[in-house]
């Protein structure tokens, strides 16, 4: 596959990605509210942050597609873009996790949030290959830091589901955040890695 339709189908991946997560986060707000869920609050937030990336990929893999070839500059920004998203993702988890654990703030069980993280759970990694896929290709350190905060929107779709079926059944209320919080390790390294400029 030659360079520009690579860079057609990222443009398409982040398309589904903006479309997606925006429908997601909605959905997941809105029912996190209605629960007083702050786990299934926090994965509608980091559906927002979702979109963000999606959409500052869109407009990097764009700009290469509109005639001028692309410098490195662009690619650098958007890279560090995306990490500085995956590094606040990780400082809005830490802040979260620990505000739950400290308050011991015990939702409601929410149907909608379980159907919805589950569809997530799909979803989310199938994009990442893609996306994974297109990245190493066009060896675009901005495009395979996008595809680990879609990685990272899989885990919490799973530790999000684990923490309201937990709760649901189990009366489990700390599962969601102890989970999280695993994840940090992930979130960080690239999230670092893509700021500096050391992914490959």
Do not use: Q
Not at 25 to 38: F, R
Not at 116 to 134: C, E, F, H, N
Not at 157 to 185: Q, R
């Amino acid at each position: 596959m030659d360079r520009v339709a690579l860079l057609r189908r990222g443009v398409v991946l982040e398309g589904v990605t903006i479309g997606y997560n925006t429908l997601e986060g909605i959905v997941a707000i809105a029912a996190g509210v209605a629960a007083g869920s702050v786990a299934l609050t926090g994965f509608g937030i980091d559906s927002v942050i979702e979109v963000t990336s999606g959409a500052l990929l869109w407009w990097r893999l764009r700009a290469e597609l509109g005639s001028a070839p692309l410098g490195p500059t662009v690619e650098r920004r958007a890279a560090r873009g995306a990490g500085f998203l995956l590094l606040a993702l990780g400082l809005y988890i830490v802040t979260d996790s620990v505000r739950v654990l400290v308050t011991g703030s015990r939702p409601e069980s929410s149907l909608i949030g379980i159907v919805l993280t589950a569809i997530s759970l799909i979803v989310m990694p199938l994009l990442a290959r893609a996306k994974l896929g297109v990245a190493a290709t066009l060896g675009s350190r901005a495009l395979r830091a996008d595809a680990h905060e879609t990685i990272v929107c899989a885990w919490l779709s799973a530790t999000t589901l684990l923490g309201l079926g937990l709760n649901a059944v189990l009366g489990w209320w700390w599962a969601d955040p102890v989970a999280a919080l695993a994840m940090l390790p992930l979130i960080v390294r690239e999230g670092l890695e893509a700021w500096r400029g050391e992914a490959t």
